[in-house]
């Protein structure tokens, strides 16, 4: 006995049904990013271990327990990529793209993380990743998040709000820390493992925690900001200000810190009420030190991941359910010539119309059978070959949503014809 297959937990199907919400978004940012001047580029999904473990920091949620880490049996240590600007940064080393160079990318697909699946949290998931190497900032910072507003305003979401702090340099987050150690140590009593783990290893990601029963000691602890050194304040009142010019409503949030080591000054997160319990659609924030921790030259950078399952739950909300574009034009065809001739002739107008959206009847059937999947189509009109057609070497016309008069073209004419007739239906 066969056992039907089951599709692993966490991992999801995109069905051709939800598929246009996904198109619209990704049509959409690609534009976005290359009016803002930002270039795709593909990294792989797979990448050493040790880039991740390097990169993401080893007292992270991803690096401590989220990585489907694998190996060949060569000993070597692989993994999936849990999210994209490791890979980024890199292939900007390993492909000499640095040297003192400024370099706009972006780049989109999936990211595996192994955690607990809900509703719009996944084990695979779908991210568009825009990064900006080079740039000290904080206008291009301000203008990152400029594009990302622009998104949500074309995509029509309006339920989201951008969330800011500045992390400083990794010199005052020292600083910082240890005031933060002294404060954790006297609340140790609260403290779960992981992070009585963190206070010795990263006790800023102790902030992070998503842990109920620590959330009022969290929200007591100092804060960062009041320890922020005069250049990251600077650059960070540049921001702010910027923003405000523009016209970009933010709240400052001195508690977020984000899930991954390598940020310093800027971080901000879009997060919405939408969604439930995944508020977080789009983050990211500034990794000046990332690069020369990588082993690549001393570079100044800022990115933002955007979770693509969440974005188009969103617009889902907004805009109902999107439809992708029925055909134009639906053959159909009875009897075996007039098959024959029908694909002759839809590859003529495929030719002469490369826009038209064109359907022939694929499988057979008879007119009344044919008929029912033309109107099923959406087609706005059917193009019908019999054999009596066939034998005066004509197509008949019918309208299929609206009532209006059958006529003929010859097949000669068709292509000249078609458009006319099918402007004269959107009328
Ligand atoms: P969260 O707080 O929801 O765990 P995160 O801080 O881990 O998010 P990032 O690592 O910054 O998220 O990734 C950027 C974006 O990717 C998030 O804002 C979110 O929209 C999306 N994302 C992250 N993890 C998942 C997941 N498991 N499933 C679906 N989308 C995700
Ligand atoms: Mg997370």
Same mark, same amino acid.
């Given at each position: 006995?066969?056992? $039907?297959?089951?599709?692993?937990?966490?991992?999801?199907?995109?069905?051709?049904? #939800?598929?246009?919400?996904?198109?619209?978004?990704?049509?959409? $940012?690609?534009?976005?990013?290359?009016?803002?001047?930002?270039?795709?580029?593909?990294?792989?999904?797979?990448?050493?271990?040790?880039?991740? !473990?390097?990169?993401?920091?080893?007292?992270? #949620?991803?690096?401590?327990?989220?990585?489907?880490? @694998?190996?060949?049996?060569?000993?070597?240590?692989?993994?999936?990529?849990?999210?994209?600007?490791?890979?980024?940064?890199?292939?900007?080393? $390993?492909?000499?793209?640095?040297?003192?160079?400024?370099?706009?990318?972006?780049?989109?697909?999936?990211?595996?993380?192994?955690?607990?699946?809900?509703?719009?949290?996944?084990?695979?998931?779908?991210?568009? %990743?825009?990064?900006?190497?080079?740039?000290?900032?904080?206008?291009?910072?301000?203008?990152?998040?400029?594009?990302?507003?622009?998104?949500?305003?074309?995509?029509?979401?309006?339920?989201?709000?951008? !969330?800011?702090?500045?992390?400083?340099?990794?010199?005052?987050?020292?600083?910082?820390?240890?005031? /933060?150690?002294?404060?954790?140590?006297?609340?140790?009593?609260?403290?779960?493992?992981?992070?009585?783990?963190?206070?010795?290893?990263?006790?800023?990601?102790?902030?992070?925690?998503?842990?109920?029963?620590?959330?009022?000691?969290?929200?007591?602890?100092?804060?960062?900001?009041?320890?922020?050194?005069?250049?990251?304040?600077?650059?960070? %009142?540049?921001?702010?200000?910027?923003? *405000?010019?523009?016209?970009?409503?933010?709240?400052? #949030?001195?508690?977020?810190?984000?899930?991954? %080591?390598?940020?310093?000054?800027?971080?901000?997160?879009?997060?919405?009420?939408?969604?439930?319990?995944?508020?977080?659609?789009?983050?990211?924030?500034?990794?000046?030190?990332?690069? $020369?921790?990588?082993?690549?030259?001393? *570079?100044?950078?800022?990115?933002?991941?955007?979770?693509?399952?969440?974005?188009?739950?969103?617009?889902?909300?907004?805009?109902?359910?999107?439809?992708?574009?029925?055909?134009?034009?639906?053959?159909?065809?009875?009897?075996?010539?007039?098959?024959?001739?029908? /694909?002759?002739?839809?590859?003529?107008?495929?030719?002469?119309?490369?826009? /038209?959206?064109?359907?022939?009847?694929?499988?057979?059937?008879?007119?009344?059978?044919? @008929?029912?999947?033309? %109107?099923?189509?959406?087609?706005?009109?059917?193009?019908?070959?019999?054999?009596?057609? /066939?034998?005066?070497?004509?197509?008949?016309?019918?309208?299929?949503?609206?009532?209006?008069?059958?006529?003929?073209?010859?097949?000669?004419?068709?292509?000249?014809?078609?458009?006319?007739?099918?402007?004269?239906?959107?009328?």
């Amino acid at each position: 006995m066969s056992v $039907t297959p089951a599709a692993v937990r966490g991992m999801n199907d995109v069905l051709p049904a #939800d598929i246009a919400a996904w198109q619209l978004l990704e049509r959409t $940012t690609r534009e976005l990013f290359a009016a803002y001047g930002f270039q795709e580029m593909r990294v792989p999904v797979v990448e050493h271990t040790q880039l991740f !473990k390097r990169a993401i920091g080893e007292y992270t #949620d991803i690096v401590e327990k989220e990585m489907y880490t @694998f190996s060949m049996g060569d000993g070597e240590s692989l993994t999936l990529r849990p999210e994209a600007t490791a890979g980024i940064v890199r292939a900007a080393i $390993t492909n000499g793209m640095l040297r003192g160079a400024r370099l706009k990318l972006w780049t989109s697909g999936p990211m595996f993380r192994h955690e607990k699946p809900q509703k719009e949290r996944y084990r695979q998931f779908y991210q568009m %990743d825009v990064e900006a190497l080079g740039f000290p900032g904080p206008d291009i910072d301000a203008e990152m998040i400029a594009m990302s507003a622009r998104l949500w305003r074309q995509l029509g979401l309006t339920r989201v709000q951008l !969330k800011l702090n500045s992390l400083g340099t990794p010199e005052s987050r020292q600083a910082y820390r240890a005031v /933060l150690v002294r404060y954790f140590e006297q609340h140790a009593d609260v403290l779960d493992e992981d992070s009585r783990r963190r206070l010795t290893g990263n006790p800023l990601r102790i902030l992070d925690s998503k842990n109920p029963a620590m959330q009022q000691m969290i929200a007591g602890a100092p804060l960062l900001t009041e320890h922020l050194d005069a250049e990251s304040r600077a650059h960070f %009142d540049g921001l702010c200000q910027m923003l *405000t010019a523009m016209g970009i409503p933010f709240e400052l #949030d001195p508690r977020l810190v984000r899930g991954l %080591d390598y940020y310093s000054r800027t971080v901000f997160e879009w997060v919405t009420d939408a969604l439930g319990s995944q508020g977080a659609i789009c983050s990211g924030g500034r990794y000046d030190g990332l690069i $020369t921790q990588l082993g690549g030259e001393a *570079t100044p950078a800022i990115g933002f991941a955007m979770g693509e399952e969440r974005v188009v739950a969103l617009i889902r909300q907004a805009q109902g359910e999107i439809l992708a574009p029925a055909p134009d034009v639906y053959v159909v065809a009875v009897g075996e010539a007039a098959v024959r001739e029908a /694909l002759v002739i839809a590859e003529q107008l495929r030719e002469a119309l490369p826009a /038209l959206r064109i359907e022939v009847n694929m499988g057979g059937g008879n007119f009344k059978a044919q @008929f029912r999947r033309a %109107d099923r189509s959406g087609a706005a009109l059917a193009l019908v070959l019999g054999e009596d057609e /066939l034998a005066r070497g004509v197509v008949a016309l019918k309208p299929l949503r609206q009532e209006g008069a059958q006529s003929e073209a010859a097949i000669a004419e068709l292509a000249a014809r078609l458009p006319v007739v099918l402007k004269a239906l959107e009328a």
